[in-house]
Protein backbone atom coordinates (compact mmCIF):
# COMPACT_ATOMS: atom_id res chain seq x y z
CA UNK A 1 0.00 0.00 0.00
CA UNK A 2 1.34 3.21 -0.73
CA UNK A 3 0.04 6.39 0.47
CA UNK A 4 0.46 10.12 -0.33
CA UNK A 5 -0.84 12.33 2.69
CA UNK A 6 -1.05 15.36 0.37
CA UNK A 7 -3.18 14.13 -2.54
CA UNK A 8 -4.96 12.15 -0.08
CA UNK A 9 -4.58 8.83 -1.84
CA UNK A 10 -4.01 5.45 -1.05
CA UNK A 11 -3.08 2.64 -3.54
CA UNK A 12 -3.62 -0.83 -3.55
CA UNK A 13 -1.85 -3.62 -5.03
CA UNK A 14 -3.52 -6.66 -6.29
CA UNK A 15 -2.03 -9.13 -8.75
CA UNK A 16 -3.91 -12.01 -10.63
CA UNK A 17 -1.60 -14.88 -10.55
CA UNK A 18 -1.90 -18.09 -11.99
CA UNK A 19 -0.27 -20.68 -14.41
CA UNK A 20 0.11 -19.87 -18.16
CA UNK A 21 -3.55 -18.96 -20.25
CA UNK A 22 -5.97 -19.78 -17.09
CA UNK A 23 -7.65 -16.80 -17.63
CA UNK A 24 -5.96 -13.41 -15.88
CA UNK A 25 -5.89 -11.25 -18.37
CA UNK A 26 -9.70 -12.30 -19.59
CA UNK A 27 -10.91 -11.68 -15.68
CA UNK A 28 -9.29 -7.92 -16.35
CA UNK A 29 -10.88 -7.62 -19.37
CA UNK A 30 -14.23 -8.78 -17.81
CA UNK A 31 -13.54 -6.17 -14.98
CA UNK A 32 -12.42 -3.81 -17.16
CA UNK A 33 -15.76 -4.20 -19.63
CA UNK A 34 -17.90 -4.10 -15.94
CA UNK A 35 -16.81 -1.18 -14.53
CA UNK A 36 -18.71 2.17 -14.77
CA UNK A 37 -16.31 4.31 -16.98
CA UNK A 38 -15.34 7.41 -14.43
CA UNK A 39 -13.97 4.92 -12.08
CA UNK A 40 -11.55 3.15 -14.62
CA UNK A 41 -8.62 3.90 -16.99
CA UNK A 42 -7.63 1.65 -19.86
CA UNK A 43 -6.45 -1.44 -19.51
CA UNK A 44 -2.85 -1.94 -20.57
CA UNK A 45 -2.22 -5.45 -22.14
CA UNK A 46 0.47 -6.41 -24.28
CA UNK A 47 0.41 -10.24 -25.44
CA UNK A 48 1.67 -12.16 -28.37
CA UNK A 49 -0.50 -13.67 -31.40
CA UNK A 50 -1.59 -16.46 -29.05
CA UNK A 51 -2.84 -14.77 -26.49
CA UNK A 52 0.70 -15.03 -24.27
CA UNK A 53 0.66 -12.40 -21.77
CA UNK A 54 4.25 -10.28 -22.63
CA UNK A 55 4.92 -8.78 -19.56
CA UNK A 56 1.94 -7.93 -17.50
CA UNK A 57 -1.59 -6.50 -17.55
CA UNK A 58 -2.73 -3.67 -15.79
CA UNK A 59 -6.20 -2.28 -14.69
CA UNK A 60 -6.22 0.90 -12.69
CA UNK A 61 -9.29 1.65 -10.80
CA UNK A 62 -10.20 4.67 -8.87
CA UNK A 63 -12.53 5.47 -5.96
CA UNK A 64 -13.55 8.33 -3.88
CA UNK A 65 -14.20 7.29 -0.41
CA UNK A 66 -15.97 8.89 2.24
CA UNK A 67 -14.12 11.14 4.17
CA UNK A 68 -12.37 12.45 1.45
CA UNK A 69 -9.91 9.67 0.59
CA UNK A 70 -9.16 8.19 -2.81
CA UNK A 71 -8.36 4.81 -3.44
CA UNK A 72 -6.74 3.78 -6.84
CA UNK A 73 -6.65 0.57 -7.05
CA UNK A 74 -3.94 -0.95 -9.41
CA UNK A 75 -4.44 -4.59 -10.46
CA UNK A 76 -1.33 -6.28 -12.22
CA UNK A 77 -1.21 -9.64 -13.92
CA UNK A 78 1.68 -11.65 -14.13
CA UNK A 79 2.71 -13.75 -17.45
CA UNK A 80 2.36 -17.51 -16.65
CA UNK A 81 5.27 -18.87 -18.86
CA UNK A 82 8.25 -20.38 -17.00
CA UNK A 83 10.75 -18.29 -18.84
CA UNK A 84 9.14 -14.95 -17.16
CA UNK A 85 10.29 -16.21 -13.37
CA UNK A 86 12.10 -12.49 -13.03
CA UNK A 87 9.05 -10.62 -13.94
CA UNK A 88 6.86 -12.43 -11.99
CA UNK A 89 8.94 -11.68 -9.03
CA UNK A 90 9.31 -8.32 -9.42
CA UNK A 91 5.14 -8.26 -10.15
CA UNK A 92 4.65 -9.24 -7.02
CA UNK A 93 6.87 -7.17 -5.29
CA UNK A 94 4.56 -4.63 -2.74
CA UNK A 95 1.80 -6.60 -3.59
CA UNK A 96 -1.38 -6.53 -1.27
CA UNK A 97 -3.27 -9.30 -2.61
CA UNK A 98 -3.40 -11.91 -4.36
CA UNK A 99 -6.33 -13.44 -6.45
CA UNK A 100 -4.65 -16.62 -8.22
CA UNK A 101 -6.39 -17.77 -11.28
CA UNK A 102 -6.43 -21.67 -11.46
CA UNK A 103 -7.32 -23.65 -14.64
CA UNK A 104 -10.03 -26.18 -13.95
CA UNK A 105 -9.26 -28.53 -16.59
CA UNK A 106 -8.25 -31.98 -15.29
CA UNK A 107 -5.20 -31.90 -17.09
CA UNK A 108 -4.28 -28.25 -15.96
CA UNK A 109 -3.71 -29.74 -12.02
CA UNK A 110 -0.12 -30.27 -12.20
CA UNK A 111 0.43 -26.49 -13.66
CA UNK A 112 -1.97 -25.10 -10.91
CA UNK A 113 0.51 -26.56 -8.29
CA UNK A 114 3.62 -25.74 -9.75
CA UNK A 115 2.35 -21.68 -10.03
CA UNK A 116 0.88 -21.74 -6.39
CA UNK A 117 4.61 -22.90 -5.15
CA UNK A 118 6.05 -20.78 -7.94
CA UNK A 119 3.80 -17.80 -6.02
CA UNK A 120 4.74 -19.10 -2.65
CA UNK A 121 8.51 -19.04 -3.67
CA UNK A 122 8.28 -15.33 -5.03
CA UNK A 123 6.29 -13.84 -2.58
CA UNK A 124 9.30 -15.27 0.20
CA UNK A 125 11.92 -13.96 -2.19
CA UNK A 126 9.93 -10.20 -1.79
CA UNK A 127 9.80 -10.85 2.11
CA UNK A 128 6.13 -11.77 2.16
CA UNK A 129 4.71 -14.93 3.19
CA UNK A 130 1.82 -16.46 1.78
CA UNK A 131 0.20 -16.94 4.75
CA UNK A 132 -0.31 -13.67 5.88
CA UNK A 133 -1.41 -12.78 2.07
CA UNK A 134 -5.06 -11.94 1.49
CA UNK A 135 -5.53 -14.65 -1.12
CA UNK A 136 -8.56 -15.48 -3.32
CA UNK A 137 -8.59 -18.73 -5.32
CA UNK A 138 -10.80 -18.34 -8.87
CA UNK A 139 -11.23 -21.57 -10.29
CA UNK A 140 -11.74 -20.45 -13.96
CA UNK A 141 -13.09 -22.40 -17.43
CA UNK A 142 -15.95 -24.36 -15.56
CA UNK A 143 -17.98 -23.93 -18.57
CA UNK A 144 -15.19 -26.60 -20.49
CA UNK A 145 -15.57 -29.98 -20.66
CA UNK A 146 -12.85 -32.41 -18.51
CA UNK A 147 -12.98 -29.82 -15.42
CA UNK A 148 -12.42 -31.13 -11.91
CA UNK A 149 -16.11 -31.30 -10.17
CA UNK A 150 -18.18 -29.18 -8.15
CA UNK A 151 -17.54 -31.72 -5.40
CA UNK A 152 -13.77 -32.20 -5.85
CA UNK A 153 -13.39 -28.31 -5.75
CA UNK A 154 -15.51 -27.92 -2.66
CA UNK A 155 -13.60 -30.89 -0.73
CA UNK A 156 -10.66 -29.01 -1.43
CA UNK A 157 -12.05 -25.34 -0.77
CA UNK A 158 -12.86 -27.41 2.80
CA UNK A 159 -9.14 -27.89 3.20
CA UNK A 160 -7.92 -24.58 3.55
CA UNK A 161 -9.04 -21.30 5.05
CA UNK A 162 -8.58 -19.21 1.83
CA UNK A 163 -12.18 -18.30 -0.44
CA UNK A 164 -12.65 -20.37 -3.23
CA UNK A 165 -14.62 -18.85 -6.09
CA UNK A 166 -16.07 -20.46 -9.05
CA UNK A 167 -15.80 -18.76 -12.44
CA UNK A 168 -15.98 -18.34 -16.49
CA UNK A 169 -14.12 -15.21 -16.98
CA UNK A 170 -14.90 -15.48 -20.80
CA UNK A 171 -18.81 -14.45 -19.89
CA UNK A 172 -17.97 -12.29 -17.10
CA UNK A 173 -19.57 -15.05 -14.35
CA UNK A 174 -17.53 -14.61 -10.78
CA UNK A 175 -15.38 -12.36 -11.92
CA UNK A 176 -17.17 -9.47 -10.18
CA UNK A 177 -17.64 -11.83 -6.91
CA UNK A 178 -13.63 -13.05 -6.95
CA UNK A 179 -12.57 -9.39 -7.23
CA UNK A 180 -14.81 -8.19 -4.51
CA UNK A 181 -13.79 -11.02 -2.15
CA UNK A 182 -10.35 -10.26 -2.60
CA UNK A 183 -10.81 -6.34 -1.90
CA UNK A 184 -12.68 -7.36 1.39
CA UNK A 185 -9.81 -9.52 2.31
CA UNK A 186 -7.42 -6.65 1.47
CA UNK A 187 -8.94 -4.25 2.76
CA UNK A 188 -9.49 -5.70 6.11
CA UNK A 189 -6.09 -6.17 6.51
CA UNK A 190 -4.86 -2.97 5.33
CA UNK A 191 -7.43 -1.71 8.03
CA UNK A 192 -6.07 -3.45 10.78
CA UNK A 193 -2.87 -2.53 9.86
CA UNK A 194 -2.89 0.78 9.39
CA UNK A 195 -6.15 1.97 11.27
CA UNK A 196 -7.62 3.79 8.05
CA UNK A 197 -11.16 4.00 9.72
CA UNK A 198 -10.28 6.40 12.53
CA UNK A 199 -6.93 8.00 10.91
CA UNK A 200 -9.49 9.04 7.86
CA UNK A 201 -12.74 7.98 9.01
CA UNK A 202 -13.08 5.57 6.39
CA UNK A 203 -16.18 3.76 6.06
CA UNK A 204 -15.10 0.47 4.91
CA UNK A 205 -18.48 -1.07 4.65
CA UNK A 206 -19.63 2.04 2.56
CA UNK A 207 -16.48 2.01 0.56
CA UNK A 208 -16.74 -1.86 -0.76
CA UNK A 209 -20.60 -1.41 -1.50
CA UNK A 210 -19.83 1.60 -3.42
CA UNK A 211 -16.82 -0.61 -5.72
CA UNK A 212 -19.39 -3.28 -6.38
CA UNK A 213 -22.23 -0.91 -7.38
CA UNK A 214 -19.76 0.76 -9.79
CA UNK A 215 -18.49 -2.84 -11.15
CA UNK A 216 -22.70 -3.27 -12.12
CA UNK A 217 -23.49 -5.37 -9.15
CA UNK A 218 -26.83 -4.44 -7.97
CA UNK A 219 -26.45 -7.19 -5.29
CA UNK A 220 -25.55 -6.56 -1.23
CA UNK A 221 -21.81 -6.76 -0.16
CA UNK A 222 -22.80 -10.08 1.92
CA UNK A 223 -24.53 -11.72 -0.73
CA UNK A 224 -21.65 -11.26 -3.27
CA UNK A 225 -19.57 -12.55 -0.55
CA UNK A 226 -21.48 -15.58 0.05
CA UNK A 227 -21.06 -16.57 -3.24
CA UNK A 228 -17.79 -18.52 -2.75
CA UNK A 229 -17.94 -21.92 -2.33
CA UNK A 230 -15.51 -22.83 0.76
CA UNK A 231 -12.94 -21.04 2.82
CA UNK A 232 -13.15 -18.18 5.44
CA UNK A 233 -13.50 -14.58 4.78
CA UNK A 234 -11.30 -13.38 7.65
CA UNK A 235 -9.20 -15.01 8.91
CA UNK A 236 -6.33 -15.74 6.52
CA UNK A 237 -4.51 -18.74 6.76
CA UNK A 238 -4.03 -20.78 3.57
CA UNK A 239 -2.59 -24.49 3.48
CA UNK A 240 -4.20 -25.98 0.63
CA UNK A 241 -2.39 -26.01 -2.77
CA UNK A 242 -5.14 -25.97 -5.53
N1 LIG B 1 -13.81 -21.65 -22.34
C1 LIG B 1 -13.22 -20.72 -21.62
N2 LIG B 1 -12.12 -20.12 -22.08
C2 LIG B 1 -11.54 -19.16 -21.32
C3 LIG B 1 -12.08 -18.75 -20.07
N3 LIG B 1 -11.29 -17.79 -19.56
C4 LIG B 1 -10.31 -17.59 -20.46
N4 LIG B 1 -10.45 -18.39 -21.54
C5 LIG B 1 -9.62 -18.48 -22.74
O1 LIG B 1 -8.35 -19.00 -22.39
C6 LIG B 1 -7.33 -18.40 -23.17
C7 LIG B 1 -6.28 -17.79 -22.26
O2 LIG B 1 -6.86 -16.72 -21.51
P1 LIG B 1 -5.96 -15.51 -20.98
O3 LIG B 1 -6.87 -14.62 -20.22
O4 LIG B 1 -5.20 -14.91 -22.09
O5 LIG B 1 -4.98 -16.30 -20.00
P2 LIG B 1 -3.74 -15.75 -19.15
O6 LIG B 1 -2.52 -16.33 -19.76
O7 LIG B 1 -3.96 -16.30 -17.78
O8 LIG B 1 -3.75 -14.25 -19.19
C8 LIG B 1 -8.03 -17.37 -24.04
O9 LIG B 1 -8.22 -17.93 -25.32
C9 LIG B 1 -9.33 -17.12 -23.33
O10 LIG B 1 -10.36 -16.72 -24.21
C10 LIG B 1 -13.27 -19.42 -19.59
O11 LIG B 1 -13.79 -19.17 -18.51
N5 LIG B 1 -13.76 -20.39 -20.42
MG1 LIG C 1 -2.41 -12.97 -19.96
Known amino acids: MQLDFSA ?17 TTNLQALHDATDPGSTGRLMTLETKDDRTLFFDLLPLTFKGKGDLSVRIKVFTVPGQVIHASTRRLVVQGADGVAFIADSQVSET ?5 AFNDLKQNLKSNGLSLKQMPLII ?4 RDLKGVRSDEEIAHLAAQGREPVYLAVATSCQGVVESFIGLLHLTWSALEAEHDLG ?13 VAAKLGNPRSIPEILGTCVGGAL ?6 AAP
Do not use: C, I, M, W
Not at 138 to 141: E, Y
Open 234 to 239: EVLRPE
Open 198 to 210: RKFGFDSKAFLAD
Open 110 to 114: QHNAD
Open 8 to 24: RELTVKLVYYGPALSGK
Open 138 to 141: QFNK
